[in-house]
């Protein structure tokens, strides 16, 4: 073969490569040049569009998909086709994209998993495969990787076991790490620990695509993930791994396990927690009634409501309480009713907020209704996935002991809350300070229209993964989660006007976020675990860290 055809047909495989490489492409954006010089000439139509354009068509193209799933699977389509513009087009539509690509639309693409599945993206980490795990990891696309999201698929959102369905979570909290945080597509690696799943219903599902097995022992299971994190700390030691939709009985010892020792948050926990006081901090300000002063329900005792708990104790323990004092504050109920000092049944995390016993005594019952009546309630909160706990009954009497009751159902999705806002409303006669878990319709009331918060953990995680990234942090403390909620306090737009949304618009999410992982970034280098550089440097990292969906000029 003579040397100008070799030139030749290596021309024209890098052409094929920047052409089908969803990382690269730019579709009928390449030039002609660009055509002629990497071997594309016949391989796209002769028009040559802006990303611009390409966007225009993709939208009016999404536009006409009959229903969420069906924009979901368009969206996760082109995204597999062209990532740049994938992300362009979901930045031109935050408010109407967000929705879709993550909850809840999410919820229901990571039921059907297995049937929507096109193409592979992320790793399918199977413990059948646990004795070649390094070659697994060493399998993945790209090499150098900052942002993980890994889950066991065993509690996705309020859904529960959907096995290797769970993949759908990674994929989604990472495309929202581009979006959102300016985290490169290349620079992601989303992971589905594959350990077997106790839904009947998937195991018998002929479609289904993940080990057809029951979830492993106890012992098998941490020996596994041990193994995992093992692997990742050898070949990506500076990588930030985050923990998702991990069973209650799993998150919080898998997070204490590691987070001393890999840079690693759980969002469930960490990130709920962190948005959630974020929306407090609007609240209690638009309230006039300072977090110290208030007494605080979370109905729901799993790892996320704990989670909350532990961070409003930290932050009320921050602005001058004694931990003692803090604690008499906060009113924890599970399934069984509130959590006293004399029940057998409480795991660690939860006995720090079990009430003592005498404190109840007289009480004719320990539910949520019977602590309500009998506390001075001024903030509930809902993680149960109770659909519709917050009864009438219940936020009427709590509505008439303060003027501006606090009060957030963040069950996702949609219906599981446990309430709705319109609901709300009319209970409280408009005086209720609402924000919650899964989106909802603005609430009418005469002729105002009210937008409603939604304490989308997207306000925090982004934030946290570009933090770490520009200011080459180690580990992620509490006291970093709290400067990204203090920061997004900062941002309500109910401190002008309490009749606004506790939080901002996603639209203004990408420059929101930017702030705040300044913050994260300042607290890093405060608490020792990111090099030494001042505010001004660690503001400019951030905001030069940061991907764009532009195409590169080739």
């Known amino acids: 073969m003579r040397g100008d055809e070799v030139s030749h047909q290596e021309r024209e495989r890098r052409g094929q490569d920047l052409l089908f490489d969803p990382l690269t492409t730019k579709g009928t954006a390449f030039t002609h040049d660009e055509r002629r010089r990497y071997g594309m000439l016949g391989l796209l139509p002769s028009a040559v569009k802006t990303i611009a354009e390409q966007a225009a068509h993709s939208y009016a193209e999404f536009s006409t998909r009959r229903d969420d799933l069906d924009k979901h699977i368009y969206l996760r389509a082109l995204q597999d086709r062209n990532e740049t513009l994938f992300y362009r087009l979901l930045s031109e539509h935050i408010e109407e994209m967000l929705p879709i690509v993550y909850t809840p639309t999410v919820g229901e693409a990571c039921r059907r998993f297995s049937q929507i599945y096109r193409r592979p993206r992320g790793l399918f980490v199977s413990y059948p495969d646990r004795e070649r795990l390094r070659e697994v990891l060493g399998n993945r696309r790209e090499r150098q990787v900052d942002v993980i999201v890994v889950t066991d698929g065993q509690r996705i959102l309020g859904l529960g076991d959907q096995g290797i ?59 596994f993930v041990d193994d995992f994190v093992a692997v990742v700390h050898a070949e990506l030691p500076d990588v930030l791994l985050q923990w998702e939709d991990f069973a209650t009985a799993n998150a919080l010892p898998l997070l204490e396990r590691y987070r001393g020792r890999l840079l690693t948050f759980n969002d469930d926990i960490q990130g709920t927690a962190a948005v959630t006081l974020g929306a407090l901090h609007g609240a209690v300000r638009a309230a006039g009634r300072p977090l110290t002063r208030q007494q605080v329900v979370m109905f729901g005792a799993g790892s996320a409501g704990i989670g909350v708990l532990e961070m409003i104790r930290q932050e009320m323990v921050a602005q001058g309480l004694s931990d003692s004092e803090a604690a008499e504050r906060l009113w924890a109920i599970d399934v069984d009713g509130l959590l006293t000092d004399d029940r057998t049944d409480l795991s660690d995390s939860q006995r720090r907020f079990a009430q003592p016993a005498s404190r109840v005594g007289g009480w004719e019952g320990r539910g949520l209704a019977d602590v309500v009546r009998h506390v001075d309630v001024g903030i509930l909160l809902g993680l ?78 982004p934030a946290i993964g570009l933090a770490v990234t520009a200011a080459r942090a180690t580990r992620v403390t509490d006291a970093m989660m709290r400067a990204a909620a203090s920061a997004l306090g900062d941002t309500s737009p109910a401190l002008s006007d309490p009749g606004r949304p506790l939080l901002p618009a996603f639209e203004d999410l990408p420059e929101i976020t930017t702030r705040i992982a300044t913050a994260v970034a300042i607290q890093a280098v405060r608490d020792g675990v990111a090099p030494e550089a001042s505010d001004d440097q660690l503001a400019s990292a951030v905001r030069r860290s940061r991907w764009t969906p532009e195409y590169a000029t080739r």
């Open 165 to 223: 369905g769970g993949m759908g979570i990674p994929i989604g909290k990472l495309s929202l790490y581009t979006l959102i945080g300016g985290i490169a597509p290349a620079r992601t690696l989303p992971i589905i620990l594959d350990v077997g799943t106790d839904n009947v219903e998937l195991l018998d599902d002929p479609q289904y695509l993940g080990w057809r097995h029951r979830r492993i022992s106890d012992e098998e299971y941490y020996a």
């Open 384 to 461: 149960s996935t109770a659909t519709g706990a917050f009864t009438e009954d219940i936020v009427r009497h709590l509505a008439a002991n303060t003027d501006h009751p606090i009060i957030f159902p963040l069950s996702n999705p949609t219906d599981r809350a446990e309430a709705h806002p319109a609901e709300l409303d009319v209970w409280t006669d408009g005086r209720a300070l609402i924000a919650t878990g899964s989106p909802f319709a603005p609430v009418r009331r005469g002729d105002q229209t009210r937008a409603i918060a939604q304490c989308n953990n997207v306000y925090i995680f």
